[in-house]
């Protein structure tokens, strides 16, 4: 994963990993560098979606939308086991 500030001062997180894993998780193990709560954008080779603003809900429908759809229904079942 890399991340940068652009210009304006967002981070931007890659997230692209060529279909062979999803980087789109249902639960992050070890550090976590970016609170989600300061995550405003995400976008991946799937589209793209503004965080800022959405319920916790909302980050999760959002993310697994955004993953390859190859994980998609796995993430799914997961985030509703969590939940």
Known sequence: MYMFLTKIEREIISTAAHG???RILSRLDGPVTTPR???QFVV???????LKGK?????????????HPEFRED?????????
């Open 44 to 50: 991946t080779e799937f589209g793209s979606t503004k």
């Open 75 to 83: 993430l799914l079942v997961q985030a509703k086991k969590l939940h």
């Open 37 to 39: 709560n300061e995550v």
């Open 20 to 22: 062979k894993v999803s």
């Open 55 to 67: 319920s916790s809900t909302e980050h999760t429908v959002a993310l697994v939308q955004l993953a």
